[in-house]
């Protein structure tokens, strides 16, 4: 593809990491050309990217968590960037879901090689009141987990805090009044169904030949849903939450949205809830509680208000109406074939890409950290060493006394 020009807009809290400094200084060994500016308040994205379309640049590449990506995607759209400007994407947040859909390496260097080489392919963006996302935008009790997490608990624990603080807060969970309205979209190449809720005389009705009680939406139906909201993912990408598939069947490049919610829930199912969250459609769990939908636009009304989640970054409101922009960005990615194939399979495109690239970029040696050595994995083990030895401790004390007691002494002489 020949030398290219690359404009790096880095995260400020990871300006100083080793691996990112690495991976700029041997691309621009290689001949290629890495501007680099550093984010420090709000508005620098949209100010350093209008600055990267005038340049002009072969690709823009930010280096950052879904937060950081998401700011990426609302200042193209507001800047009017052209269909065929180039995203690449370096991961360095807590949770990495769009990128982690993508099959993006979390490896600075190999990052940064996929925006070198011809990778870039078009893909959807989705809209919610006006603002961008590119990933899944989400509703209701993940959503106030993803906000109540603690920054220090994310940087130490990756995606895994996300899971405590919702164990935490579990006990707290509430729903909350609202409608959904849709109209239901299909493609050729995705021939599975929307599936609405069974509500009323067909609530108690037997089992489908599917084994499910899910009632499919004709396409070109408006399906509706009214109740109490506990979850809403509205879906452009898979996965939220840190790996969560809410919507497992969403396609980046399709022109629709994939809609999952779970609504009119009762306190008792709440544990199936937990166990069956991303896979509910397929395990035929809460089917009286779960529904999906497949939609260019939708609308949602929340009397009360409702916290919505684009991508990481919150807003709130009574009303939130949903369209989406086909193809309106080139974002780098290791395999395109696989946008349609599950999450799993997404690990062979990163394989392939890396084969690639050994044949025409001399990787720089890096120290990999083994698995025990890592931060996500360390932390937990210090915590839970930390309070094993506490217990330990505490339980050997306890038969101590109670061995001194046996014994009629009253405090032990050591001479």
């Given amino acids: 593809m020949g030398k290219q020009k690359l404009f790096l807009i880095l995260n400020g809290k990871k300006s100083g990491d080793p691996d990112v400094r690495a991976a700029v200084k041997h691309l621009r060994k290689e001949g290629h050309t890495v501007d680099v500016r550093i984010t420090y308040e709000e508005d620098d994205t949209e100010r350093f990217t209008a600055e990267a379309l005038k340049a002009p640049c072969d690709a823009i590449v930010i280096a950052g968590g879904d937060g950081s990506i998401n700011q990426m995607a609302n200042a193209l759209i507001k800047l009017d960037a052209p269909p065929e400007t180039r995203l690449g994407i370096i991961p360095m947040g807590t949770a990495n879901d769009f990128a982690t859909g993508l099959g993006i390496p979390d490896d600075p260097w190999e990052a940064l090689q996929l925006a070198t080489h011809k990778t870039a392919n078009p893909v959807d963006v989705g809209l919610v009141n006006g603002k961008a996302f590119l990933n899944v935008a989400t509703g209701g009790f993940g959503t106030e987990v993803t906000v109540q997490t603690d920054d220090d608990l994310k940087d130490k624990m990756g995606g895994a805090a996300y899971l405590f603080t919702g164990i935490a807060k579990f006990s707290s969970i509430a729903s909350k009044t609202a409608s959904i309205k849709g109209k239901v979209s299909a493609t050729v190449e995705r021939p599975d169904k929307s599936y609405a809720i069974s509500t009323g005389p067909d609530k108690h009705k037997p089992k489908d030949e599917d084994g499910k009680k899910l009632k499919p939406l004709a396409e070109g139906s408006t399906a ?53 969250l991303g896979n ?22 929340c009397p009360e208000g409702l916290q919505i989640n684009c991508d990481g970054e919150p807003m709130r409101d009574t009303k939130f109406t949903f369209s989406v922009l086909k193809k309106r960005l080139m974002v780098h990615m290791p395999e ?80």
């Fill in 224 to 276: 509706t849903a009214e109740g109490d909201l506990l979850i809403l993912a509205v879906g452009n990408g898979k996965q939220a939450g840190g790996g969560v598939l809410l919507c497992p069947d969403a396609v980046l490049d399709d022109g629709l949205l994939d809609v999952s919610y779970v609504m009119n829930i009762s306190k008792e199912d709440f544990p199936a809830l937990v166990k069956g």
């Fill in 280 to 301: 509910l459609k397929d395990t035929g769990e809460l089917t009286d509680s779960f529904g999906t939908m497949r939609v260019t636009e939708l609308e949602v009304h």
């Fill in 336 to 415: 395109p074939k696989l946008l349609r194939r599950s999450s799993k399979e997404l690990k062979h495109g990163e394989k392939a890409f890396h084969k690639k690239i050994a044949h025409t970029a001399k990787r720089p040696f890096k120290h990999r950290e083994g698995f025990w050595q890592k931060d996500t994995v360390q932390t937990p083990l210090k915590y839970s060493a930390a309070i094993g030895v506490g217990v330990a401790l505490t339980l050997g004390a306890q038969r101590l006394a109670a061995r001194r007691s046996s014994l009629g002494l009253s405090r032990f002489k050591f001479w």
